[in-house]
């Protein structure tokens, strides 16, 4: 089965580890299905909030071959490209491809694509690269830490496999800039904009390719399908609970949001542990009195803000 990847929603999960911080494949697989189970039109692995730039090229293949496994078609595939040259990210798209990725997300080459000037001929050139060597449907990735120029949409534009651009600059100037010159072109915008989803898609975005929805997915699933309808009203009566948990998990310092959204998980009964890979740091006590605090107020406990939205129950939390 096809499926659209330049709109709906595409998580982008966590990978859950040990407390040695080994890959905790079991519940990986657990994890994948209810995921898959909730609707979305993709899931994601190999990206940042997965870790993917911790893991050896090994258990990248490995992630991406179980995932499929464990969705069975009930969405595609994706996996991040994280690489430092056009050569190593070639290799690796045709790798991850051949591993079972329906879809690839082209993360910015650092330290290279992080100087300025960026000409936009160079983003253009290193897309092209990949999306010859792979064959499948490309998403490119605004970063927070990589700003590309004025007329980087329209120039891969130019490259037929490109479908879609996740915008991660968690600036709302920056989201408007970038539908705007989308709007001459074949290619979507995803927000990757995790504190502000639902604004993001009533701006124009067709869609969210977001590691917040490695929980609640079947949720947000829900609330974008109403936003596309026109019920506003409904739409924020999902948001308006799942906005401040978006909040303190994204909130400053934005790398400790792998380990927020893990301990979220953990406390749902999704993974058993909130591990992640040193450096980084374990979450802080603040950060977990206030998600313990979110859940209350908000109702979170419930089995519907689950990744399957409840459907998998039985075989999903990792406490049962």
């Given amino acids: ?155 891969l534009a130019s490259i037929p496999s490109i479908v879609a651009l996740k915008d991660a600059a968690f600036n709302v100037d920056r989201t408007v800039e970038l539908l705007e010159e989308a709007e001459t072109t074949p290619i979507k915008v995803l927000t990757g904009n995790d504190t502000f989803i639902l604004e993001a898609m009533l701006m124009g975005c067709s869609g969210a390719l977001i590691g917040f929805a490695g929980t609640a997915t079947a949720e947000l699933v829900r609330m974008h399908a109403l936003a596309v309808a026109g019920k506003i009203t409904e739409a924020y009566a999902i948001w308006n609970a799942l906005g401040p948990l978006a909040r303190i998990c994204w909130r400053r310092p934005l790398r400790d949001y792998r380990v927020r959204m893990k301990y979220t998980l953990m406390r749902q009964g999704v993974i058993p542990c909130d591990a992640a890979r040193a450096p980084q740091p374990p979450i802080a006590a603040k950060d977990k009195d206030d998600l313990d605090r979110c859940f209350e107020r908000y109702g979170l406990d419930d089995a519907r803000y689950l990744p399957d939205g409840g459907r998998l129950r039985g075989s999903m939390r990792a406490a049962e």
């Fill in 1 to 155: 089965m096809a499926f659209d990847l330049s709109q709906g929603i595409i998580a982008a999960p966590v990978t859950p580890f040990n407390s040695d911080e080994s890959v905790d494949w079991a519940t990986l697989d657990r994890y994948m299905a209810a995921i898959a189970a909730g609707g979305p039109q993709g899931v994601a692995m190999n990206m940042a909030a997965s870790e993917g730039g911790s893991l050896t090229e090994a258990e990248q293949i490995e992630v991406v071959r179980r995932t499929r496994a464990a969705a069975a078609g009930a969405c595609a595939v994706i996996s991040g490209v994280v690489a430092q040259s056009t050569r190593q990210a070639t290799d690796l798209a045709k790798r991850l491809v051949e591993a079972g990725a329906d879809a690839l997300v082209v993360f910015p080459p650092l330290p290279t694509f992080v100087s300025k000037p960026l000409a936009v001929e160079t983003v253009v050139a290193y897309h092209r690269a990949i999306a010859e060597a792979a064959g499948v449907p490309i998403i490119a990735f605004q970063t927070p830490f990589v700003d590309y120029p004025a007329g980087t949409i329209r120039g």
